[in-house]
């Protein structure tokens, strides 16, 4: 997200703060007047424009000066944060004083998958069948946050297994659709398959129901 607000009277305010905070701290941030003089020339330049184009009285060129009025201001405050800015003394609360954002270096705990993917099992060819899944939430492909892949569980059974225990091969598959192959002895015979996210820490989330299709 960009520092910079959006709407020119957001930015007035914002940049009036910005430029106050620097003339305020130039001697200890070690900010030369050459570079102050420029910023606050056009902070006062895009404040004046804005208000004319903001009037009644407006026209196509007032308001187009006062574009670049807006380009040469930011440009002006950009240059200042990612050269003069980057000095080591300046600290976070000076940062979020000048209305900068400071970055967050506290990584984000990743929680065990709380939704379950849903799976379609589509013919292949020969001995090979093709899993396709989502999250439950969303038709799209991505994985829920934090996720690694899918687990899938599946076994070759004579009857429909009682509990997802009975599905005893697995393999982690990090993209959708996933292929599953199966042996010359395993065609016209009944496979069952379930699913379930997996974290980077290993932890699963709930089981999908499970499914079945003919080994083709």
């Known amino acids: 997200m960009d520092y910079i607000p959006r709407k020119d009277s957001e930015l007035i305010a914002w940049s009036a703060n910005f430029t106050a905070q620097i003339v305020a701290n130039a001697g200890a941030w070690n900010i030369p007047a050459g570079e102050i003089t420029p910023l606050q020339t056009a902070n006062a330049n895009f404040a004046t424009l804005h208000a004319k184009a903001d009037s009644p009285a407006k026209t196509s060129i007032?308001?187009?000066?006062?574009?670049?009025?807006?380009?040469?201001?930011?440009?002006?405050?950009?240059?200042?944060?990612?050269?003069?800015?980057?000095?080591?003394?300046?600290?976070?609360?000076?940062?979020?004083?000048?209305?900068?954002?400071?970055?967050?270096?506290?990584p984000s705990p990743i929680p065990a998958p709380t939704t379950r993917p849903e799976l379609n099992i589509d013919l292949l060819d020969f001995r090979r069948l093709k899993v396709i899944f989502h999250d439950q939430d969303h038709d799209r492909k991505a994985k829920p946050y934090g996720v690694t892949g899918a687990v899938i569980i599946y076994a070759v059974l004579d009857a429909p297994p009682a509990a997802h225990s009975a599905l005893t091969r697995n393999v982690l598959a990090t993209r959708t659709p996933y292929i599953l192959e199966f042996t010359e002895e395993e065609r016209r015979k009944t496979v069952y398959v379930a699913i379930c996210w997996q974290n980077k820490k290993g932890q699963r989330g709930p089981w999908s129901e499970i499914e079945s299709a003919i080994v083709p």
Do not use: S, W
């Open 62 to 106: 007032i308001i187009a000066e006062k574009n670049t009025a807006r380009k040469t201001l930011i440009a002006k405050i950009r240059g200042l944060v990612g050269f003069r800015l980057k000095n080591p003394v300046i600290t976070d609360a000076q940062r979020i004083a000048l209305g900068l954002h400071v970055r967050n270096t506290t």
